[in-house]
């Protein structure tokens, strides 16, 4: 079954009916799987378009994408198109996939113990199959990913110093005013002067995982020069462990981060 995140123990208890019901699931036996396949499945459907079949199948560096999905599901069961999201599984591309929301219809919505409709937002990363022989995009059921963006994480990672009672978007906040720190508190600002670089702004744009044990790995850098860029994977690779991995659905997770180092170099 593909990651899904619906609802903590806590909501079960406080709500009636702690999950959406898709159109055609209402006698399904597990209501909450019927959402996620049916989704799954119209979304490979969506995508077998001519629109953005053939963006994926040009610009797909593997025959298996990720699709990250942020879905907020009003009181009515309606898709509250300016706080939901698709995420285009190629980073390279701009090609925006927002329309494909238009495709997602009504669902019944979670019930309150009053039997009235609650706003919930549901998460989802489905995998893809790219059938080049058959010019196909396949849903892969039973899909897990390896890696949840924090576009749809549902615990971000925490960073020393950032109180892990905070919201996603403000740990995430926290956590690049605590990086920024560190790399300026740690990166030699003297090379760049020593390697003889033309004088304005240079930036080193480094990326890394948190493993799941909330521990940076997987540490790379692009920078105009060979030695800014292992001096910022040095500095990155010295940085403590964090207080609390990203979770998914109550399980650790590795989770991808980057930033640019940015700096001035004046004579």
């Known amino acids: 079954m593909p990651f899904s995140w619906a609802q903590t123990d806590a909501i079960e ?5 702690p ?10 036996e597990d209501k909450e799987k019927c959402y996620e396949i049916n989704l799954q499945e119209l979304i490979g459907k969506q995508l077998n378009h001519k629109t953005y079949k053939d963006s994926i199948f040009y610009l797909a560096k593997r ?3 990720a699709v990250p999905i942020s879905i907020l599901y009003d009181e009515f069961g309606t898709i509250v198109k300016d706080y939901s999201l698709i995420t285009n599984p190629n980073t390279e591309s701009k090609q925006s996939m927002k329309g494909l929301l238009d495709s997602i219809p009504k669902v019944k919505p979670v ?11 549901i998460s989802s990363i489905f995998g893809y199959f790219l059938d080049r022989t058959k010019d196909s995009i396949i849903p892969l059921v039973g899909y897990e990913p390896k890696i949840i963006p924090f576009s749809i994480i549902d615990k971000a990672p925490v960073y020393k110093g950032c109180n892990r009672k905070l919201k996603n978007e403000e740990l995430l906040k926290c956590m690049n005013g605590e990086v920024s720190k560190f790399i300026a508190n740690n990166f030699n600002i003297n090379l760049a002067s020593e390697l003889g670089l033309s004088k304005g702004v ?7 995982n948190i493993n799941k044990k909330g521990k940076v790995s997987d540490v790379r850098a692009r920078g105009p020069h060979r030695d800014l860029e292992a001096e910022a994977i040095r500095v990155i690779n010295k940085m403590p462990k964090l207080k609390r991995p990203g979770y998914f659905k109550n399980k650790p997770v590795i989770v991808p981060y980057s930033l640019p180092i940015v700096f001035r170099i004046t004579e």
Do not use: E, H
């Not at 999950?19 to 399904?28: E, K, M, P, R």
């Open 13 to 17: 208890q406080v709500y009636s009916r």
């Open 19 to 28: 999950y959406v019901i898709f159109d055609g699931c209402d006698t399904a």
């Open 63 to 65: 025959d298996t994408i």
């Open 111 to 121: 019930l309150d113990t009053y039997n009235k409709g609650v706003a919930i937002s």
């Open 202 to 208: 240079k930036r080193i744009y480094v990326s890394f």
